[in-house]
Each structure stands twice: as C-alpha cells, then as structure tokens.
C-alpha cells in the first residue's frame, strides 16, 4: 500500500507564489509516475503537472512556464512550484501516484490541501 500526504496549500495573492509538496509512505519499491491534479469548485479534476520516474515532465496548458514539478527519488516525494499565482488556480490539489506490479497497475490519491489565490 502507498500512502500521500500532500502539504503546502493556502491563501495567497495573486501574483505570489507557493510551494507544495507530497511525500509517499507505505510498503512498495518503487513508484511510477507521479503527478499533480487540482479540482476547482464545480468542476471536474484536472491534470496540472506529471513526472516520470525518468524525470520527464508535462504540463497543462494553463500553468506551463508558472508552475514546475520536480521529483525527490530519495525521500519518495514531489513538489510542485507553483509561482505567478492567479484565481483560476484555486482549488483542491491533489497528488497521485502510480505503481505497477507484475501485471497489474495501481493509482494512489492524496487527500487534497487547498489553494485559495485572491485577486
């Protein structure tokens, strides 16, 4: 089993920046890709960033060039930086990760922290 636990989240300006992160705990040997989502009020969650375990990265259309993913091997964690916040960022993110045994693939899910950006 894997277990998230996504910190980082909450109230902040637009414009300003925030940093949040997701650390994995649990009885595994290795994750796969892990990735970002964030759910805004009424809307369906969306893919924000993902990272391979080659550290290969992509993003939403809506946050390329503001926001970057970056992995910790060592401490099964990723990050997320998120600068030039905007109002259309808020929402619940969400961290995931998948893992694959044999045959089968697994996706695990955070609780969520909550980014609030004011205009």
């Known amino acids: 089993q894997v277990q998230l636990v996504e910190s980082g989240g909450g109230l902040v300006q637009a414009g300003g920046s925030l940093r949040l992160s997701c650390a994995a705990s649990?009885?595994?040997?290795?994750?796969?890709?892990m990735a970002w989502y964030r759910q805004a009020p009424g809307n369906q969650r969306e893919l924000v960033a993902r990272i391979t375990r080659e550290s290969a990265t992509n993003y939403a259309d809506s946050v390329r060039g503001r926001f970057t993913i970056s992995r910790d091997f060592a401490r099964n964690a990723v990050h997320l930086q998120m600068n030039t916040l905007k109002p259309e960022d808020t929402g619940v993110y969400y961290c995931k990760a998948d893992r694959d045994v044999a045959d089968k693939h697994y996706e695990y899910w955070g609780q969520g922290t909550r980014v609030t950006v004011s205009s």
């Open positions: 649990g009885s595994f040997l290795r994750l796969g890709d």
